[in-house]
T-cell receptor, first 112, second 115 residues
Framework: TQLLEQSPQFLSIQEGENLTVYCNSSSVFSSLQWYRQEPGEGPVLLVTVVTGGEVKKLKRLTFQFGDARKDSSLHITAAQPGDTGLYLCAGARETSGSRLTFGEGTQLTVNP | DTGVSQDPRHKITKRGQNVTFRCDPISEHNRLYWYRQTLGQGPEFLTYFQNEAQLEKSRLLSDRFSAERPKGSFSTLEIQRTEQGDSAMYLC?????????????FGPGTRLTVT
């Protein structure tokens, strides 16, 4: 059973379009992190959210943590080909130490 | 570059052989983690250390797997009698507590192929 469900699994869009990736769970997380991963490389940390309802912005990327700290979303405005990659959400639960539970990822392709 | 480093980046081995991977964390980070990632999946937790103490191990870490962090700095992950199902990307991460969370920073990974 996947504790974190990401949707969609695959997304192919044209440059300039907007998109949203969702990360949902029935469990409460003490913090949630978003990563981006290129083929053959390790995940690169984009942002950490810890407070229910928190919104963080990173240039054209907007991250939101749900009020109940069970879900999160990543919104990209005016996507560019350089945004192409695997986007992973990962949550840490207070009862499981600091280990991260990852979603399966969303493979984003932005076509020029 | 002061990020997490892993060695080797790629390893091809025959079934039944032993392999060892090394991870050097970011120098001031006291926690070090190992994850495994198979194609099309997110990383899965294997184990983690706080300084030299191994605090948690996943059920995925069978008795063929052993990890050490002898001086609280670098860590090694050894797989004995490798099986084809061990083929995966092995990722190391390190962290330091900031506020209410531990932000984990990953290395580039070691890609293991068992033939």
């Amino acid at each position: 059973t996947q504790l974190l469900e990401q949707s969609p699994q695959f997304l192919s869009i044209q440059e300039g379009e907007n998109l949203t990736v969702y990360c949902n769970s029935s469990s409460v997380f003490s913090s949630l992190q978003w990563y981006r991963q290129e083929p053959g490389e390790g995940p690169v940390l984009l942002v950490t959210v810890v407070t229910g309802g928190e919104v963080k912005k990173l240039k054209r990327l907007t991250f939101q943590f749900g009020d109940a700290r069970k879900d999160s979303s990543l919104h990209i405005t005016a996507a560019q080909p350089g945004d192409t990659g695997l986007y992973l959400c990962a949550g840490a639960r207070e009862t499981s130490g600091s280990r991260l539970t990852f979603g399966e990822g969303t493979q984003l392709t932005v076509n020029p | 570059d002061t990020g997490v480093s892993q060695d080797p980046r790629h390893k091809i081995t025959k079934r039944g052989q032993n392999v060892t991977f090394r991870c050097d964390p970011i120098s001031e980070h006291n926690r070090l983690y190992w994850y495994r990632q198979t194609l099309g999946q997110g990383p899965e937790f294997l184990t983690y250390f706080q300084n030299e103490a191994q605090l948690e191990k996943s059920r995925l870490l069978s008795d063929r797997f052993s990890a050490e962090r002898p001086k609280g700095s670098f860590s090694t992950l050894e797989i004995q009698r490798t099986e084809q199902g061990d083929s995966a990307m092995y990722l190391c991460a390190s962290s330091l507590r900031t506020g209410y969370s531990y932000e984990q920073y990953f290395g580039p990974g070691t890609r293991l192929t068992v033939t």
